[in-house]
């Protein structure tokens, strides 16, 4: 059956370090890869898309990447601040429409 | 603003009476989408749309409804509901291309429902 498996144990990091979250997935063949953060209580907010055809994704502070062989992406915060405390979700779709998000993995840096 | 916008953001029903959900968005997108999300289960889709008089189902449809007769309105509908329908519930929307697939998704604030 098709998974998604991200830590299910909250990353405990302090402030200024890198945080490296993990998404590994079996089944499927994806398209691409998204990744959203979420507060509690509220909407899932876009973060970053990487594609199959690329490695590697960055947009300020955030990295991700994306191994199709070893079926795992990888989402990084460097220099980390008290306010990136929040759930990170991976998402992947094999192609097409249909978006299956991870469960999620807790962050929270403290400083 | 572009935003997704739901309504009621928080309703308390019985079983078996008729709730409709609404959602709407002011971007113009084509794709909208209903997900609830569960402790321990995370977020799993109901249904999806691609465009009016477009949807499709998505991991867990049974027990809801939806129609897209306009572009920004996507409402779900709860015909009979029964507390596993309890849940905390996102409508997104987003653009799509044929190549791309899904781009940035836009989510709502959610709606909370709990059904006694």
């Known amino acids: 059956s098709q998974k998604i498996e991200q830590n299910s144990e909250a990353l405990n990091i302090q402030e200024g370090k890198t945080a490296t979250l993990t998404c590994n997935y079996t089944n499927y063949s994806p398209a691409y890869l998204q990744w959203y953060r979420q507060d509690p209580g509220r909407g899932p907010v876009f973060l970053l898309l990487?594609?199959?055809?690329?490695k590697e994704k960055r947009k300020e502070r955030l990295k991700v990447t994306f191994d199709t062989t070893l079926k795992q992406s990888l989402f990084h915060i460097t220099a980390s601040q008290p306010a990136d405390s929040a759930t990170y979700l991976c998402?992947?779709?094999?192609?097409?429409?249909?978006?299956?998000f991870g469960k999620g993995t807790s962050l929270l840096v403290t400083p | 603003e572009a935003q997704v916008t739901q309504n009621p953001r928080y309703l308390i029903t019985v079983t078996g009476k008729k709730l409709t959900v609404t959602c709407s968005q002011n971007?113009?997108?084509?794709?909208m989408s209903w997900y609830r999300q569960d402790p321990g289960l995370g977020l799993r889709q109901i249904y999806y749309s691609m465009n009016v008089e477009v949807t499709d189902k998505g991991d867990v449809p049974e027990g809801y409804k939806v129609s897209r007769k306009e572009k920004r309105n996507f409402p779900l509908i709860l015909e009979s509901p029964s507390p596993n329908q309890t849940s905390l519930y996102f409508c997104?929307?987003?653009?799509?291309?044929?190549?791309?697939?899904?781009?940035?998704?836009?989510f709502g604030p959610g709606t909370r429902l709990t059904v006694l």
């Open positions: 990487i594609r199959e055809n690329e």
């Open positions: 971007m113009n997108h084509e794709y």
């Open positions: 998402a992947l779709a094999n192609s097409g429409y249909a978006l299956n």
């Open positions: 997104a929307s987003s653009l799509y291309s044929i190549a791309g697939g899904l781009d940035t998704q836009y």
